[in-house]
C-alpha cells in the first residue's frame, strides 16, 4: 500500500493477556516509530528503529513492552501480561533516513478489560 | 456528555479568520520541526516542516514561524475553515528522536 498500515484496527482483550500489535511501513522506510497516545493526550515516544541500527528503547514504559522489526520492515509491538493502564492507541510512523518527515498510519486502538 | 480532550488546550476561532496555534520546544539542539494535525480517530497528519537554519516557511494557507532564541514554534492559518478543525501537534527532531508536544485544539465556529 501506499501510506503506513497497521493491524488490528481495534483490539480488546482481557488484563493479562498479551497482544501483538503490527505494523507495515512506506515501502523503503528506513526508520519506524511507534508512539502511544493515551485519550485526549500527546505522543509518548516508546520506541525507534533505524535501518540496521540497535533500536532506541528509551520510551518503553515497563519490561512488559518489547518490539522487533524483521527484515527492516514490518514491525511488531508485545505487550506482556496487559493492564488496564495499557489501553491507548498505538500509533506507528515511518520515515526515509535522508528526509525526516514521518508518516503515520491509522493506529490501532488496544482496549485492556 | 462529556467530550474528549478537554484537558488539551483549547483555540477557538470564527470561521474565515486567521488562527495561530504556539509551542515551546525544549531541545536547543533539535535542528527539525514539524506540524502535524490530528482528526478524531486518525493518526497525525504532515502539514508543515521547517529546519533550524530558518525562521519562516509558508505553505498553502499556514505559515510556521520558528524563533530558536526563545525555543519557540507556531503555526499560523489563514482564513480557517471548518475542516481545520483538530488536534494540532508540534514535533522536533534532534538526532534520532522525533518528540511530540502536548496538542491544541482548534475549534472552528461557523
Known amino acids: 500500500g501506499a501510506g503506513v498500515s497497521q493491524s488490528p484496527s481495534n483490539k480488546v482483550t482481557e488484563k493479562g493477556k498479551d497482544v501483538e500489535l503490527r505494523c507495515d511501513p512506506i515501502s523503503g522506510h528506513t526508520a519506524l516509530y511507534w508512539y502511544r497516545q493515551s485519550l485526549g493526550q500527546g505522543l509518548e515516544f516508546l520506541i525507534y528503529?533505524?535501518?540496521?541500527?540497535?533500536?532506541?528503547k528509551s520510551g518503553l514504559p515497563s519490561d512488559r513492552f518489547s518490539a522487533e522489526r524483521t527484515g527492516g520492515s514490518v514491525s511488531t509491538l508485545t505487550i506482556q501480561r496487559t493492564q488496564q493502564e495499557d489501553s491507548a492507541v498505538y500509533l506507528c510512523a515511518s520515515s526515509l533516513m535522508q528526509v525526516t518527515e514521518a508518516f503515520f498510519g491509522q493506529g490501532t486502538r488496544l482496549t485492556v478489560v | 456528555g462529556e467530550s474528549v480532550g478537554l484537558h488539551l488546550p483549547t483555540l477557538s476561532v470564527q470561521e474565515g479568520d486567521n488562527s495561530i496555534i504556539n509551542c515551546a520546544y525544549s531541545n536547543s539542539a533539535s535542528d527539525y520541526f514539524i506540524w502535524y494535525k490530528q482528526e478524531s480517530g486518525k493518526g497525525p497528519q504532515f502539514i508543515i516542516d521547517i529546519r533550524s537554519n530558518m525562521d519562516k516557511r509558508q505553505g498553502q494557507r499556514v505559515t510556521v514561524l520558528l524563533n530558536k532564541t526563545v525555543k519557540h514554534l507556531s503555526l499560523q492559518i489563514a482564513a480557517t475553515q471548518p475542516g481545520d478543525s483538530a488536534v494540532y501537534f508540534c514535533?522536533?527532531?534532534?538526532?534520532?528522536?522525533?518528540?511530540f508536544g502536548g496538542g491544541t485544539r482548534l475549534m472552528v465556529k461557523p
Open positions: 514535533a522536533e527532531k534532534g538526532g534520532n528522536m522525533l518528540t
Open positions: 528503529f533505524q535501518g540496521n541500527s540497535a533500536p532506541d
